[in-house]
């Protein structure tokens, strides 16, 4: 099994700065892709930014130029840099990941999230 494990929320000023961890750890032969998500009260889940394995990025056109996701292998973990934080950005922030547990089996799942919140 793989376990998902978020860190790095908090209380933040407009214009303020965040880093997001998330951790994976279990039978982990190898991660594909690890993306960030967050879901604003009210609102639907939406992708923020996403990673592959060979380190190609992606952002939602909010975050871009401010966000900043990256990925360190050896510890399984995905980080999410954020800079020049909105009021906007405030939400639960989850990681998901596709996990490679063996040959030919994939694991994707969720971590518990971390809350961000942005005041004005």
């Known amino acids: 099994q793989v376990q998902l494990v978020e860190s790095g929320g908090g209380l933040v000023q407009a214009g303020g700065s965040l880093r997001l961890s998330c951790a994976a750890s279990g039978s982990i032969f190898s991660i594909n892709s690890m993306d960030w998500y967050r879901q604003a009260p009210g609102k639907q889940r939406e992708l923020v930014a996403g990673i592959t394995s060979d380190g190609r990025t992606d952002y939602t056109h909010s975050v871009k130029g401010r966000f900043t996701i990256s990925r360190d292998n050896a510890k399984n973990t995905v980080y999410l840099q954020m800079n020049s934080l909105k009021p906007e950005d405030t939400g639960v922030y989850s990681c998901?990941?596709?996990?490679?547990?063996?040959?030919?089996?994939?694991?994707?799942?969720w971590g518990q999230g971390t809350q961000v919140t942005v005041s004005s």
């Open positions: 998901n990941a596709d996990v490679a547990v063996g040959p030919g089996t994939t694991w994707n799942g």
